[in-house]
């Protein structure tokens, strides 16, 4: 076990090397849509990235029907293996809804033996997420 402070440190440490490791400017949230962002999540469980609404109710639902329109072309010609979760509970118990493609391995941000594997698959993932965006974006926001 780590105290706070200990996993805060390797916490940072983590993400200054992907920094590093793949230095990139992400769109993350500077999509130009309100309450559409891109996020990163590692923590001592799971790693994944995300595609998030978290406007408020009506805005979800008119984004939300958009990209489950545009499902099947981001299931066949981007990210295969994408989850849809109309109703995503974050740990803050705030509700929203959630595009995400999770790395099914042992990963854990305390065990730096699993670092460039998450490395890759948050670069390698996270291109194809924005690829998909800048492809469908005008559709997304009309």
């Not at 916490?11 to 793949?22: A, L, M, V």
């Not at 489950?68 to 740990?91: C, H, M, Q, R």
Request: net charge negative; charged share 30%; no cysteine.
């Amino acid at each position: 076990m780590f105290s706070k402070e200990e996993s805060r440190q390797i916490r940072q440490e983590f993400w200054t090397s992907f920094g590093k490791s793949f230095p990139r400017k992400w769109i993350l949230y500077n999509t130009k849509i309100k309450g559409l962002t891109f996020k990163f999540h590692f923590d001592t469980k799971k790693a994944l990235v995300a595609l998030d609404l978290e406007t408020d109710l009506e805005n979800r639902i008119k984004f939300w029907e958009k990209l489950i329109a545009l499902k099947s072309i981001i299931k066949t010609d981007f990210l295969p293996e994408a989850i849809f979760e109309e109703e995503y509970v974050l740990e803050n118990g705030k509700e929203i809804s959630r595009i995400y493609v999770a790395l099914n391995e042992n990963v854990s941000i305390h065990d730096k033996n699993t670092w460039r594997s998450t490395m890759n698959f948050f670069n390698d993932t996270m291109i194809l997420f924005e690829s998909f965006f800048d492809t469908y974006k005008e559709i997304i926001d009309s």
